[in-house]
């Protein structure tokens, strides 16, 4: 079984810059996440999707960042004008449902560095 | 508001040796537990998790972690230590109730020494 794909894998932008990163879950997972993992922190969740309706973005800056997940596939999740506080690993995570008992598997991140 | 706490910053053990990784947790409502394991430039791993039943959990790689509701902790522990479990290592929970986001802590380097 495929993991959870993302891309880019690294990415260096100047602030004020815009910048997208992609995700696609694995086959039939239900459930997408987006996460901000900043070094020397635990990942804190952006955005959750249950296929392509937003279950909970109360902690995404919507100022600045965005994120759609057209036909419930895969997603894309977008920065504009970036920061230099965005600077992060963004994780994607899928899991089969909605339900606070199901595990998350989560792609390899993006590293982004906003000079 | 729920919060993981992983007071150590890093633990060092020999190989050969039992490890524990230390957890605590505040949640209103029932706690869902969980491990999740980070290599180099990689995405986390799931390791185990708790939601009901027996306070023992085992999980991937021989890991196994404890449930104890009064003191609100989950330890993460293996009997012996493998070099390669030399790892960065997170504790995750989430309610039952109110908001149903997975909370991290700030994660524990494992260093596990020859």
């Known amino acids: 079984e495929a993991g959870v794909a993302q891309s880019p894998r690294y990415k260096i932008i100047e602030k004020r810059q815009s910048v997208a990163f992609w995700c696609n879950p694995i086959s039939g997972h239900a459930t997408l996440y987006w996460y901000q993992q900043i070094l020397g922190q635990g990942p804190k969740l952006l955005i959750q999707f249950q296929n392509n309706g937003v279950v909970d973005d109360s902690q995404l800056p919507k100022d600045r960042f965005s994120a759609e997940r057209l036909k419930g596939v895969d997603s894309t999740l977008k920065i504009q004008p970036a920061k230099l506080e965005d600077s992060a690993v963004y994780l994607c995570?899928?899991?089969?449902?909605?339900?606070?008992?199901?595990?998350?598997?989560f792609g390899p991140g993006t590293r982004l560095t906003v000079t | 508001a729920q919060s993981v706490a992983q007071p150590e910053d890093q633990v060092n053990v020999a190989e050969g040796n039992p490890l524990t990784v230390k957890c605590t947790y505040s949640v209103s409502g029932n706690p869902y537990l969980f491990w999740y394991v980070q290599y180099p430039n990689r995405g986390l791993q799931f390791l185990l998790k708790?939601?009901?039943?027996?306070?023992l959990v085992k999980g991937s790689y021989g890991f196994e972690a404890e449930f104890n509701k009064s003191q609100t902790s989950f330890h993460l522990k293996k009997p012996s230590a493998l070099v390669s479990d030399s790892a960065l290592y997170f504790c995750a929970v989430i309610s039952d109730t109110g908001r149903r986001a997975l909370t991290f802590g700030s994660g524990t380097r494992l260093q596990v020494q020859p």
């Open positions: 708790y939601i009901t039943g027996d306070n």
């Open positions: 995570a899928s899991s089969p449902r909605t339900g606070t008992s199901y595990e998350q598997y």
